[in-house]
């Protein structure tokens, strides 16, 4: 550059957007990913307060409170309730189960049975359980 000129080459101005598209190149799947895990994390919120709300009906009506899924419909029963509805998760999660119908019961005295949910939201996956001992629901992710 010349005595008395102000501002940038060719060549640096090439350089500064080759570094910037390398930046977003790398940064862009973190965003991706970030999306993805709050997905995961409103649909695991999602069936936890179906869980917690069976829970605290066993626990507060002295009986024991069922909680049948059928994952592949995203249809949930409650009983003593008899209540059916469809759970809302975010488009791109699904609810899965070993079993075509999942049954998870909450006893009066704090225990629980019954077999684990997954939901999953692309690539990441949540599971949902009851502890045996104390029915407290529990969300584990993926590692």
Excluded: K
Excluded at 15 to 34: D, G, H, K, R
Aim: net charge positive; charged share 20%; glycine share 10%.
């Amino acid at each position: 550059m010349t005595r008395g000129q102000r501002g940038f080459t060719l060549l640096e101005i090439i350089v500064v957007l080759v570094l910037l598209a390398l930046t977003t190149a790398v940064a862009a799947p973190a965003f991706s990913a970030m999306g993805r895990r709050n997905e995961i994390d409103v649909a695991a919120a999602t069936v936890r307060q179906v869980m917690d709300r069976s829970r605290l009906r066993a626990l507060q009506s002295g009986a024991t409170a069922t909680l049948t899924v059928d994952a592949a419909a995203g249809r949930v029963w409650e009983q003593p309730r008899d209540t059916s509805y469809l759970l809302a998760l975010p488009a791109g999660c699904a609810l899965q189960a070993d079993a075509p119908r999942t049954r998870l019961q909450w006893h009066a005295d704090g225990s629980a049975g019954g077999d684990a949910l997954r939901v999953r939201c692309g690539a990441v996956m949540a599971m949902l359980g009851a502890d045996v001992m104390n029915g407290a629901v529990r969300v584990r992710g993926d590692p």
